[in-house]
């Protein structure tokens, strides 16, 4: 059974981090193995990240990130089961939220991930990579 979660949270770094540009080869290697597909918006001193695969192992890795002392006030804003994938090409691509923000704030400009809906902002990230990036 196929699953898509998106969560929010923020990120704990003193200097303007790098997290992204540090980890992300590694979570691919992991998402790739555990079929794992989704994308890391970040930036701003915010994570919003969507996972999607069979529903034990999003379940696994979500527990597991809710762990990581590298963020704090995580927040599940949606869940849902799929019938296929809108991620299906990337293993874990990676969005600047500035420039997610600026395509939101355009038509919500009062957007909030901790205050909005899930969904708006899950159809947002959607809508940025099909109109904005190539399949890694
Ligand atoms: C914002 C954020 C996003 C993360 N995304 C992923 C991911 O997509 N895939 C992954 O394997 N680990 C991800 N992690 C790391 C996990 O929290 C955790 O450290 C890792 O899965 C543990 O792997 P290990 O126990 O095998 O070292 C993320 C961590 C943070 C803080």
Same mark, same amino acid.
């Given at each position: 059974m196929l699953v898509r979660l998106l969560y929010v949270s923020k990120e704990i770094a !003193? &200097? *303007?981090?790098k997290f992204a540009e540090s980890n992300l080869e590694k979570f691919r290697k992991s998402n790739q193995a555990n079929e794992i597909t989704g994308v890391l918006c970040s930036g701003e001193g915010v994570f919003l990240q969507v996972l999607e695969g069979e529903r034990s192992a999003v379940n696994k890795l979500y527990v597991d990130i809710c762990k990581d &002392?590298?963020? $704090?006030?995580i927040e599940l804003l949606h869940f849902e089961e799929v019938t296929?994938? /809108?991620?299906? /090409?990337?293993s874990m691509d990676h969005i600047p939220v500035s420039t997610l923000y600026e395509m939101i704030k $355009? &038509?919500? *400009? !009062?957007?909030d991930p901790y205050l909005s809906s899930g969904k708006l902002a899950l159809k947002c990230v959607i809508d940025y990579l099909r109109l904005n990036d190539e399949p890694k």
């Open positions: !003193e &200097q *303007p981090s &002392q590298r963020h $704090i006030d296929e994938r /809108a991620f299906y /090409a990337w $355009i &038509q919500n *400009p !009062e957007f």
